[in-house]
């Protein structure tokens, strides 16, 4: 029997099942980010710093999960190759575009408080049947973004006591507003990104190929959107309404955007 058949133990569709196992940076970026936030929470050394390194490690972490989820879910829809090239580890460095997936994001957030969309996972569409699995692979990665966001809003939804950890639950608003506004930007129509990728699949051929051009700058076509005042007013007037709407305290995780830049 050959080496790499499907239901040979240790392989799982014809991969080896080391494909699947979450890589050293990426336990390291938890390690991190559980570390971060015990120092956080105890006020322990430079308190703006262990914020900073919580907040970040953290967002790395969505960051890679995001991706993940993308790329699990091409798996299962018939993609295996994903898990060939490493996106099914975990590891950020296994990115398509590990600048756009992690650089770009994480300076995004420490000048802009925004939780930028990241760059890709590379899915062979051709590998996958059916418009609506294209759909749900691109659904994957924001879905984590909104399921953590709701679960970053529960301790202030439950009315959590701030006071005496401040610095701490700054840091986790924060991070929920992040998630937040990841949200919304993934699942904008924009070509090229996630919300434009979901609806593709369902456009006529006419504008499909509309959209096939357009797609190599979503990410120009995103910031020329933002960098609009109207548009940047009604962007962030809605997240601030979503975020009210889930219970998130503006003025903490501003104070928590305040604490990261440990700097100034």
Request: proline share 7%; net charge positive.
């Amino acid at each position: 029997m050959s080496h790499d058949q499907p239901g040979r133990a240790g392989f799982v569709l014809g991969v080896p099942r080391e494909a699947f196992r979450p890589s050293p940076i990426f336990l390291a970026l938890v390690a991190l980010f559980v570390t971060s936030g015990v120092l956080a929470w105890n006020g322990f050394g430079n308190v703006r710093l262990d914020v900073f390194l919580f907040v970040v490690s953290g967002w790395l972490v969505s960051l890679c999960l995001h991706e993940y989820a993308h790329a699990i879910v091409a798996f299962r829809a018939g993609d295996t190759n994903v898990a060939h090239r490493g996106y099914l580890t975990l590891n950020p460095l296994k990115y398509s575009h590990p600048v756009l997936s992690i650089v770009l994001p994480v300076v995004v957030v420490l000048l802009g408080g925004i939780g930028l969309p990241g760059g890709a996972v590379w899915v062979d569409r051709h590998r996958i049947p059916g418009r609506l699995k294209h759909s749900l692979v691109s659904l994957a990665g924001p879905a984590t973004n909104v399921v953590f966001a709701l679960a970053l809003v529960v301790p202030f939804a439950v009315g959590v006591d701030v006071g005496a950890r401040l610095e701490f639950w700054a840091g986790v608003a924060l991070l929920a507003f992040l998630q937040l506004t990841a949200s919304v930007l993934n699942l904008m129509p924009v070509p090229g990104l996630d919300g434009g990728n979901i609806i593709q699949p369902w456009l006529s051929p006419k504008w499909r190929r509309g959209y096939d051009i357009m797609a190599p700058f979503g990410f120009l076509l995103l910031f020329g959107l933002l960098w609009n005042p109207t548009v940047n007013s009604w962007f962030f007037g809605g997240v601030f309404a979503v975020g009210d709407l889930i219970g998130l305290p503006q003025a903490l995780y501003a104070e928590g955007l305040r604490l990261i830049r440990f700097w100034s």
